[in-house]
């Protein structure tokens, strides 16, 4: 992801796909449980995910500033109780996380990739003879002031 416009579509696509509801329909002007639900999700994942000001995330969803941290208190209640919503929560932001992931490993060559484990097989090796050495020593140094 290049920048917080390019996240907060991709967050808002995400939270339409898990919510059934329509993108459009998120970010509209309606007080109904599951549309109200929806934008706080969408809201506390750009908080969480970007760099937006709060002022920047209200005119995303159309809204005031108030509206958004009025949005952060919401999502801070309902993670307490409201066990369906911290689900949705958690799935929306896995689903974010698992799309990162993913793309910034497929940009990279498998060879890279091979080189990367091999240098760490090395570290592990050096630190576990390190260890190993350390672990001697100590073992040397009781058994002479013991």
């Given at each position: 992801m290049e920048n917080d416009d390019e996240v907060s579509e991709v967050l808002l696509k995400i939270v339409s796909l898990k919510t059934g509801i329509e993108r459009d329909d998120i970010l509209e002007a309606n007080r109904k449980r599951k549309f109200v639900l929806a934008r706080c999700v969408y809201v506390n994942l750009m908080h969480l995910f970007t760099d937006l000001s709060e002022m920047d995330i209200s005119k995303k969803i159309q809204k005031d500033r108030a509206t958004v941290y009025h949005m952060y208190k919401v999502h801070d209640d309902l993670t307490?109780?409201?066990?369906?919503?911290?689900?949705?929560?958690?799935?929306?932001?896995?689903k974010y996380v698992a799309m990162v992931c993913t793309a910034k490993y497929m940009l990279i060559e498998p060879a890279i990739l091979m080189e990367r484990i091999r240098k760490a097989e090395l570290e592990i090796k050096e630190l576990k003879e390190l260890l190993t050495m350390r672990l001697?020593?100590?073992?040397n140094d009781e058994l002479v002031t013991g």
């Amino acid at each position: 992801m290049e920048n917080d416009d390019e996240v907060s579509e991709v967050l808002l696509k995400i939270v339409s796909l898990k919510t059934g509801i329509e993108r459009d329909d998120i970010l509209e002007a309606n007080r109904k449980r599951k549309f109200v639900l929806a934008r706080c999700v969408y809201v506390n994942l750009m908080h969480l995910f970007t760099d937006l000001s709060e002022m920047d995330i209200s005119k995303k969803i159309q809204k005031d500033r108030a509206t958004v941290y009025h949005m952060y208190k919401v999502h801070d209640d309902l993670t307490s109780v409201d066990k369906n919503y911290v689900k949705l929560f958690r799935e929306c932001s896995d689903k974010y996380v698992a799309m990162v992931c993913t793309a910034k490993y497929m940009l990279i060559e498998p060879a890279i990739l091979m080189e990367r484990i091999r240098k760490a097989e090395l570290e592990i090796k050096e630190l576990k003879e390190l260890l190993t050495m350390r672990l001697s020593i100590q073992s040397n140094d009781e058994l002479v002031t013991g």
